[in-house]
């Protein structure tokens, strides 16, 4: 079954246009797009003061394990993840059944105002994701299956 559809390069350019734009407004050191599976799609910001492999597994972990206790309380779902720390902090929000934005901001940068800007931000992102569903329908991508570490090369194809 795949987790995401079959991305090319023209669809990661929008998707980093989208997350440079949402950097700027929310004022964000790094976001990133995932899979649900915790592979790291694409991201824009600062890179080299994070591991942002092991970031999207753990935020991955971290959102499923939520949603595991959305169920017991009796929720449906529930579709963010906030981890407040002392230099920087952490949103995940659900974009559509396969993804996820993660979003690292200096602590001094309120949640709300990531929240706020999250939300065009997302709806952006489910777009594109949704065009490139629509341009090969049924056919995509589960990386969990072909366990890949860097997953750049896949989505080079124009």
Known sequence: MATLPQLIEDDIERLDEALREFIISADAASALIIDKGGFLITHQGDAQDFDL?????????????????????????FNSI??????????????????ML????????????????????VKRIACQLEIAQERS????????????????QFFRKK
């Open 53 to 77: 492999t092991t970031i999207a597994a753990l935020s991955s972990g971290a959102f499923m394990a939520n949603q595991t206790i959305a169920g017991l309380v009796n929720e449906t779902n």
């Open 102 to 121: 993660v979003v690292i901001f200096k602590s001094q940068t309120g949640v709300g105002v990531v929240k706020y800007f999250a939300v065009p931000a």
């Open 137 to 152: 329908p049924g056919m995509g991508l589960d990386l969990s299956v072909l366990n890949v570490a860097e997953t750049g």
């Open 82 to 99: 906030y981890q407040q720390g002392e230099k920087f902090s952490l949103f995940v929000v659900n974009i559509d059944d396969n993804c």
